[in-house]
Every structure is written in structure tokens, then in C-alpha cells.
């Protein structure tokens, strides 16, 4: 099983960005979904989860400005970034813990990470 993140890059203070993973591979179902941040020299830390139910969380300096959402159907969670500042250049990581068969076990899966400066 693989994600694949996609759709970071440079975007001015106030702008918008909106990533996509998609996970791929032999999956019978996926459970949480979220995106996680590197700032640079500093340590990855949470940006948002949500369940497979759809219930959410956001870390409190994305909330309000940063929406989660994902298609089950096609295995990919979103990441809508509103009012992007400069403290919010990262590299973006999403994760998945999937379950490959039926009666097998979950296992956490990293995507690649992409992209995202925000210049002033």
C-alpha cells in the first residue's frame, strides 16, 4: 500500500492551497486518515485526523483556516489551506493506517511528504 501526496508548491501570505493523497494498493478498508507538518528544524507535528466516520480534529493553529475531508470511495483525504501564513511552510505528510485483508491487522502507512513555502 502506498499514499501518494499531492498538490503543494509556493503560494503568497493569504493564499490557498488545497493537497490530495491517495492511497493505492491492496486495501479492504481504511481507518483514521490525517496530514502532518515538518516546519523547518523543527519536529513533525499534527495538522488534522479524521476518522472514517468523518469526525474530525485540528490542531488549534490550523483550525478555522485548514479543512479536512476525504472520499472513501476513491481512498484519498483532502486537505483544504486557507489563509496561509508563513508559519505554515512545511513539508505536509499524510498517514494512513489501513487494513490490507479482511481478517488482517491495521498497519500505518507515511506518504512522501510535499511542498508548501508561503512567501510574504
Known amino acids: 500500500v502506498q499514499l501518494q501526496a499531492s498538490g503543494g508548491g509556493l503560494v503568497q501570505d493569504g493564499g490557498s492551497l488545497r493537497l490530495s493523497c491517495a492511497a493505492s494498493?491492496?486495501?479492504?478498508?481504511?481507518?483514521?486518515m490525517g496530514w502532518y507538518r515538518q516546519p523547518p528544524e523543527k519536529q513533525r507535528e499534527l495538522v488534522a485526523t479524521i476518522t472514517n466516520n468523518g469526525a474530525i480534529n485540528y490542531a488549534d493553529s490550523v483550525n478555522g483556516r485548514f479543512t479536512i475531508s476525504r472520499d472513501n470511495a476513491k481512498n484519498t483525504v483532502y486537505l483544504q489551506m486557507n489563509g496561509l501564513s508563513r508559519e505554515d511552510t512545511a513539508v505536509y505528510y499524510c498517514d494512513a493506517v489501513v487494513q490490507k485483508f479482511r481478517l488482517s491487522s491495521y498497519v500505518h502507512i507515511w506518504g512522501q511528504g510535499t511542498q508548501v513555502t508561503v512567501s510574504s
Open positions: 494498493g491492496s486495501i479492504f478498508r481504511i481507518g483514521d
